[in-house]
C-alpha cells in the first residue's frame, strides 16, 4: 500500500532559485513549484523542513488543549479576569499553526513563499500581544501597578505589534506596489541582501518582546524593596526568559549548521533547534503566568486596573484586523502578479523553475 505514495524527489541547494536557500543549508530541498498535495506528503518524508513543521505542529495541538480546557470553564465569559488568558492562550494557539502552515506549504512558489511567511510574521507579532495584554493583567510587579506606564503598556503593544509586522513583511520585499509590483523588484530583495532582511526581521521581533518583558525584566532581576512582587513564580519566569534569548541567539547566528555546512541539513539545524526553545520558552511563560494569575488574583481585583472588554478582547481584535490588513496589503502585488503569470503560461506553457 505504502509503495503506492511515491514521495516527491528532494534537491540541493545548487538546483533551486535563490529565493529558497537556506543559510548553510545544502541539500533536502523540497521542489520550488511544488503541488500542494505533494507539500502535505513532505510531512511524512525528511526533508530540511519537515521538523521545522512537527516542531509547531505538534505543540499547536498541546496549547489548543489548554485553551478548550479554560474556554470549557463555566465561569469564564462572566469573569472577565480571565480574558486575558484566553488572548494569550489564543495567540499561542495561532502562532505555532501559522508557522508549521508556512513551512509546509512555502515551497508551492516563490510568491507563496513569501504570502505563508507574511503570515508567520502576523501570528507571532500578534503572539507579542497576547503577551503584553496577559503581563498587564497578571505579572506587573505590585510597584508599577497603576503606573502611569501601565496605562500606556497596552496601547504601546499593540502599536509594536503593527510596526512588527509592518517591519517583518518590509524586509522580505520592501514595499508593496511602490518596491514590488508585476515581477518589479525596485530596491531590495531578500535574495540580494540577505543580512539587511534578517536582520531588520530580528529588530522587528527582539523589539516587541524586549518592551513587552520591561515589567518582568524590573521585577525579577532589579526591583529591591517592598512591592517587587518576588515570589516563587520568578524563577519559572527566569526559566522562560532564558529560553527566550537563547530562541534569539539561535535565531541570529546560524549555529550549528554555520560551523558546518551540511552536516544538519535535516537533523538539529538552528531552525528547529530556534522552534524547540521558543515553544518551550512559551510552555514556562503560561505556567507562570497561570500561577500568578491564581496567587496574585485577590490582590490584582483590589488594586490593579480593572480588565475590560476594550483592554483585552477590544484591542486582540483590532491587533487582528490591522495584522491582516497588513499581510493583505504586502500579499496583493504578489497575488496580482500570479494572475498575470497565469496568463502568460497560458500562452507559453514551458515549465522552468524560474
Ligand atoms: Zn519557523
Not at 522562560?240 to 535565531?251: E, V
Not at 477590544?314 to 497588513?326: D, F, K, M, R, Y
Request: aromatic fraction near 16%.
Amino acid at each position: 500500500m505504502l509503495s503506492l505514495i511515491r514521495l516527491p524527489r528532494v534537491f540541493t541547494i545548487n538546483q533551486v532559485p535563490k529565493v529558497f536557500h537556506e543559510d548553510s543549508i545544502i541539500s533536502g530541498y523540497r521542489h520550488p513549484y511544488s503541488s500542494a498535495t505533494d507539500c502535505v506528503l513532505s510531512l511524512f518524508q525528511l526533508t530540511n523542513e519537515t521538523l521545522n513543521i512537527w516542531t509547531h505542529f505538534l505543540p499547536t495541538w498541546y496549547f489548543l488543549w489548554k485553551l478548550v480546557t479554560v474556554v470549557l470553564m463555566q465561569t469564564v465569559w462572566r469573569d472577565s479576569f480571565t480574558w486575558p488568558l484566553l488572548i494569550f492562550l489564543l495567540s499561542c494557539c495561532i502562532y505555532p499553526l501559522a508557522s508549521s502552515c508556512a513551512h509546509t506549504f512555502s515551497t508551492m512558489s516563490a510568491r507563496a513563499r513569501h504570502i505563508c511567511f507574511f503570515f508567520d510574521y502576523g501570528a507571532l507579532s500578534f503572539y507579542s500581544l497576547g503577551s503584553a495584554v496577559i503581563y498587564s493583567a497578571y505579572v506587573f510587579p505590585d510597584k508599577w501597578v497603576n503606573s502611569l506606564f501601565h496605562r500606556w503598556y497596552v496601547p504601546i503593544a499593540v502599536l509594536n505589534a503593527v510596526i512588527c509586522t509592518s517591519l517583518a513583511c518590509y524586509s522580505r520585499l520592501g514595499l508593496p506596489f511602490l518596491q514590488y509590483s508585476h515581477d518589479i523588484i525596485k530596491r531590495f530583495q531578500e535574495s540580494q541582501s540577505p543580512k539587511f532582511s534578517k536582520c531588520l526581521r530580528a529588530v522587528a521581533f527582539a523589539y516587541p518582546c524586549l518592551f513587552d518583558n520591561i515589567p518582568l525584566f524590573y521585577r525579577v532581576f532589579l526591583c529591591v524593596g517592598e512591592g517587587c512582587t518576588d515570589n516563587d513564580t520568578n524563577i519559572l519566569h527566569c526559566y522562560h526568559i532564558s529560553l527566550a534569548f537563547l530562541t534569539g541567539f539561535l535565531f541570529a547566528t546560524h549555529l550549528p549548521e554555520r560551523l558546518a555546512p551540511g552536516s544538519f541539513d535535516y537533523i538539529g539545524h538552528s531552525h528547529q533547534l530556534f522552534h524547540v526553545c521558543g515553544i518551550l520558552g512559551t510552555h514556562f511563560q503560561m505556567k507562570a503566568i497561570e500561577q500568578d494569575m491564581v496567587t496574585r488574583r485577590p490582590w490584582l481585583i483590589q488594586h490593579s486596573i480593572p480588565v475590560t472588554f476594550s483592554n483585552s478582547v477590544g484591542v486582540a481584535l483590532l491587533c487582528l484586523v490591522v495584522n491582516l490588513s497588513i499581510i493583505i496589503l504586502y500579499s496583493l502585488p504578489l497575488l496580482s502578479s500570479a494572475v498575470s503569470r497565469e496568463k502568460k503560461r497560458v500562452k507559453n506553457p514551458k515549465k522552468t523553475f524560474y
